[in-house]
């Protein structure tokens, strides 16, 4: 079965950390671009980060930039996003998508087209 299964989501306190995982299964992850994508209520996705797949090229959002980190883990069929210093702005419903097959075309949302589930996270005092 073709699938991306989020986890690692949960509530934490402002100034801490959380690490996401993406497993897929089905297929081989590490021929794909991958992203992380964030929505919260009444709010458009937003891409947050987004790694070729090779690895040599990350972007990130802005507001996530030198907190987050994306990573893959090609012999486990998984990436991560470890998010560090975390706001109550980060609370969101949290995405992995894969893009293009060994192809690189940012990180906008329409550029993906397989989505895991997604894993709320809450940042909260």
């Known amino acids: 079965q073709v699938q991306l299964v989020e986890s690692g989501g949960g509530l934490v306190q402002p100034g801490g950390s959380l690490r996401l995982s993406c497993a897929a299964s089905?297929?081989?992850?590490?021929?794909?671009?991958i992203g992380w994508f964030r929505q919260a209520p009444g709010k458009e996705r937003e891409g947050v980060a987004c790694m070729s797949s090779s690895g040599r090229i990350t972007d990130y959002a802005g507001s996530v930039k030198g907190r987050f980190a994306i990573s893959r883990d090609n012999a486990k069929n998984t990436v991560y996003l470890q998010m560090n210093s975390l706001k109550p702005e980060d609370t969101a419903s949290y995405y992995c998508?894969?893009?293009?097959?060994?192809?690189?075309?940012?990180?906008?949302?329409?550029?993906?087209?397989?989505w895991g589930q997604g894993t709320q996270v809450t940042v909260s005092s």
């Open positions: 998508a894969t893009g293009g097959f060994h192809s690189y075309y940012g990180c906008a949302s329409y550029r993906y087209d397989r």
């Open positions: 089905g297929f081989t992850l590490g021929d794909y671009a």
